[in-house]
């Protein structure tokens, strides 16, 4: 059975734009159906660490489809993450990354679980995940919030925490 969820991209170094396509091009290739892709914005730096606030991101959204269950397309994406040169390191939050992926929303679980929370615990509060993913999916219900992602996107504008 396939499930639909949505990703939010994004990256700050390297070529930003080739490291995004070929997140998604990772993805296709371990058997994820990439549906819709936003385009790409660039964004500051949120909470960024000092020292990193200059380097610019570039954000989208995709939706994809998958067999999948959450927890093994959180750790897929990880996975990307880690072949496109991402290290995390602990304790270092919203350090610059050549690609981050993260799962906004799957199907429309909400749930919380060690190291996976679904929907995305701050998506609703970053206009950076919510301007991309209201191009692909304006109409799509936040199962918690109860509104679409436009009207999510509405009630922020561009401020965010």
């Known amino acids: 059975m396939f499930?639909?969820?949505y990703i939010a991209l994004g990256a700050n170094l390297g070529d930003r734009d080739a490291n995004l396509r070929e997140a998604l091009d990772a993805l296709k290739?371990?058997?994820v159906q990439v549906e819709a892709v936003s385009s790409f914005i660039e964004t500051d730096p949120v909470d960024?660490?000092?020292?990193?606030?200059?380097?610019?991101?570039?954000?989208?959204?995709?939706?994809?489809?998958t067999v999948l269950p959450p927890r093994a397309?959180?750790?897929?994406?990880?996975?990307?993450?880690?072949?496109l040169g991402r290290t995390r390191t602990e304790g270092e939050r919203n350090a610059p990354r050549t690609a981050d992926?993260?799962?906004?929303?799957?199907?429309?679980?909400?749930?919380?679980?060690?190291?996976?929370?679904?929907?995305h615990p701050r998506m609703t509060k970053r206009a950076f995940v919510l301007k991309p993913l209201a191009e692909i999916a304006p109409?799509?219900?936040?199962?918690?919030?109860?509104?679409?992602?436009?009207?999510?996107?509405?009630?922020?504008?561009?401020?965010?925490?």
């Open 101 to 119: 992926l993260d799962l906004l929303l799957y199907d429309d679980l909400a749930f919380e679980e060690a190291g996976l929370c679904l929907p």
């Open 73 to 83: 397309l959180l750790d897929l994406l990880l996975e990307v993450e880690r072949d």
């Open 139 to 161: 109409e799509f219900v936040h199962p918690v919030e109860k509104r679409t992602i436009a009207e999510l996107l509405a009630v922020l504008g561009d401020n965010q925490e």
């Open 3 to 5: 499930h639909t969820a």
């Open 29 to 31: 290739a371990r058997g």
């Open 48 to 65: 960024a660490p000092p020292g990193t606030e200059s380097q610019k991101y570039l954000n989208g959204a995709a939706r994809v489809r």
